[in-house]
């Protein structure tokens, strides 16, 4: 986001200042309360510099004073400060799941610490995204500090601008969506693919491997594709969609894009709980591991393609069973060379249904303080 200098550009005064907060707030986060000499030795800064830093990040409420203690090094106790981790929190939203749109307070650490929900049932197009607004709106009312800013997870194409490009399961085409929520609650708002932002909270919480494909099932299905730890969005911002690729050569079940036999029209959510519903409650397993194939066939050549460490599968835990994680395992091992692509394994999410939201509050934290 044009945080470091490019070659041949001159670093302006605000430059520093803001890559200095990033650096100061970085450390705290990810190694815990510090003096303010400490600071200093470890981020290069020089004391006056940090003493200036400092205060300024307690005057806005960011960090706090924690007391005279006694740091890790030597020497006589000294003030430590920290992460106000409740100074200010943050708003998660997850619009990928056909029951329910899931909502979230978060502290600055990633701690749920209120849920709410509107139904999704019947929600599509204005019907959709005036739930999903009403839904900040109530969470930003019922915070009791300032929000830093919402995050919300959407199924389909997202530009880099949080323009929902096509969301053809809610509806969506060219939907502003981080406008419409921004407008209604006064708060910064980014908007990313579900899959994208599950995939990051993998990585950044779940201590993923760098380089993973994350198999998002909700509403539709989708991927998140993480390589040296990025997210990669492609040439129009379309990279991961799996969901509407062909599996398999039989004639498939008719899918909302208007192919037959689709990914998605196998592996959805509302489609998984059908087929189990009509196959009756002691096929749940064959029909779990049949999609599971499916999505084998699908990742294969996705993962000849990238050489993965992992395949990490997402979504409800009634269906992301040990059937079809294995189904999917055995697939892909089958279309597959071993000695290329042997120590591939696919693997449930640690996270369950939190992931999204997780990773929305991730994405918060990336764009309005620059935390990674
Ligand atoms: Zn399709």
Do not use: Y
């Not at 995050?151 to 406008?179: K, Q």
């Not at 993480?226 to 050569?249: P, T, Y």
């Not at 460490?309 to 009634?318: A, K, L, Q, S, Y």
């Amino acid at each position: 986001m044009g945080r470091s200098a490019t070659a041949g550009s001159k670093l302006l005064p605000e430059d520093v200042r803001r890559h200095n907060r990033t650096l100061v707030l970085q450390t705290l986060l990810d190694a815990g309360p510090r003096s303010r000499a400490d600071l200093a030795r470890e981020t290069g800064i020089t004391r006056v510099t940090m003493s200036d830093l400092v205060g300024d990040l307690l005057g806005e409420g960011l960090l706090r004073e924690l007391g005279l203690r006694t740091g890790p090094g030597p020497g006589k106790p000294s003030m430590q400060v920290d992460i106000d981790r409740r100074s200010s929190l943050i708003v998660g939203i997850d619009v990928s799941d056909h029951v329910v749109f899931r909502g979230a307070l978060l502290s600055l650490d990633g701690e749920i610490l209120v849920r709410a929900t509107r139904s999704a049932e019947g929600a599509n197009g204005a019907e959709a995204l005036r739930r999903v607004v009403e839904l900040a709106a109530d969470l930003v009312d019922s915070s009791p500090r300032p929000v830093l800013g919402i995050g919300v997870a959407t199924p389909g194409i997202v530009d880099d601008r949080g323009l929902v490009l096509s969301a053809p399961n809610l509806g969506w085409t060219g939907v502003d969506l981080s406008s419409s929520v921004r407008a209604a609650t006064g708060v910064p708002c980014h908007v990313a693919n579900d899959a994208d932002l599950a995939a990051l909270a993998e990585r950044s919480i779940g201590e993923s491997a760098a380089d993973i494909v994350l198999v998002r099932i909700g509403r539709g299905v989708g991927a998140g594709i993480l390589l040296d730890g990025r997210i990669r969005h492609g040439s129009a911002s379309s990279a991961g969609e799996i969901g509407h690729v062909i599996a398999g050569a039989d004639d498939g079940p008719l899918c909302i894009c208007g192919k037959r036999g689709c990914l998605e029209t196998w592996l959805a959510a509302p489609r998984l709980t059908a087929a189990i519903a009509a196959a009756g409650a002691g096929s749940a397993e064959a029909v779990l591991s049949s999609a599971g194939e499916r999505l084998g066939l699908v990742l294969s050549p996705v993962i000849a393609a990238l050489d993965p460490d992992e395949i990490v599968v997402n979504g409800p835990p009634e269906l992301v069973s040990d059937s079809l994680v294995e189904a999917t395992n055995r697939t892909i091992h089958a279309r597959t060379t071993d000695a290329f692509h042997g120590h591939v394994a696919v693997r449930r999410s640690t996270l369950g249904l939190d992931a999204t939201l997780l990773g929305a509050a991730a994405r918060v934290l990336e764009v309005e303080l620059g935390l990674t």
